[in-house]
């Protein structure tokens, strides 16, 4: 699977209806885009959706974030597996064995012949702050501590890498290896608004940081030009 070696910028399709999408995708008939499609695009439109995604030929990302008994997960990613998509990810806090499952059940899911997608981890979700983590959750670890042991335990399950703000990638290569790979949202241009991220780096910065994927948002799909506002971003990412 090259889908990280390439760099992908992907698009986050936060949108709640096909009419949306479509308006947003005419924008990109002429080429190939990487789309990130999460739990309210999913669960409004389902597999369908990502068949039609893929018969455009667009890679995809598919961000459900699974987190249950290991079986229950086994389960799910070998139904997921079928839609052949090109990432999927689980939340590292389901533990070892349900990440093991995760694995399992995409590699034997996976229609023979065909590369088995990706899969990355969840650590804690950038909405999770030192206060919940302690007074909420119980974890006495630091925030940034916690997320490492979660960043080992995804890489003892022999996951492919997590998704993390690109502020943390330099602590999670030195301590992972450069080959644990880095999946990065919180992305803007210096010109946009940050929106609700606390955190945000320009795709210039996050690949001096290292990281191997990033996921843009609303600074391209509520630009007045969409195409002109991915080939700003794209412009910074891959000079
Ligand atoms: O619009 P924006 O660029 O902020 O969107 C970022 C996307 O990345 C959204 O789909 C959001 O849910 C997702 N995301 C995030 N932070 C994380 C994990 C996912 O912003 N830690």
Request: glycine share 6%; net charge neutral.
């Amino acid at each position: 699977m090259e889908i990280i070696k390439q760099k992908y910028l992907f698009i986050a399709l936060d949108m709640d209806s096909k009419q949306e999408v479509d308006r947003f995708l005419s924008y990109f008939t002429e080429e190939k885009i990487a789309v990130k499609v999460g739990m309210e695009l999913f669960y409004r439109l389902g597999p369908s959706l990502i068949s039609e995604l893929k018969a455009q030929g667009h890679t995809i990302f598919l961000d459900l974030k699974l987190h249950d008994i290991p079986t229950t997960v086994e389960r799910a990613m070998k139904q997921l597996a079928r839609l052949e998509v090109d990432m999927v990810n689980v939340h590292a806090m389901g533990g070892l064995a349900m990440m093991r499952a995760a694995k399992r059940g995409l590699e034997n899911g996976t229609p023979s012949g065909k590369s088995v997608a990706k899969i990355i981890a969840v650590t804690q979700l950038t909405s999770t702050t030192d206060n919940i983590l302690k007074h909420e959750m119980a974890v006495d670890l630091p925030l940034d501590k916690h997320v490492l042991h979660l960043c080992h335990q995804a890489q003892l399950a022999e996951l492919d890498g997590v998704v993390c703000s690109a502020l943390e990638v330099p602590l999670i290569k030195e301590h992972c290896g450069p080959s644990f790979e880095t999946v990065t949202p919180g992305i803007r241009l210096k010109s946009d608004a940050a929106n609700d991220q606390a955190r945000v780096v320009t795709p210039n910065k996050a690949r001096e940081l290292g990281s191997d994927a990033i996921v843009v948002g609303r600074g391209i799909t509520q630009a007045k030009d969409p195409l002109k506002a991915y080939h700003n971003y794209l412009k910074e990412w891959s000079n």
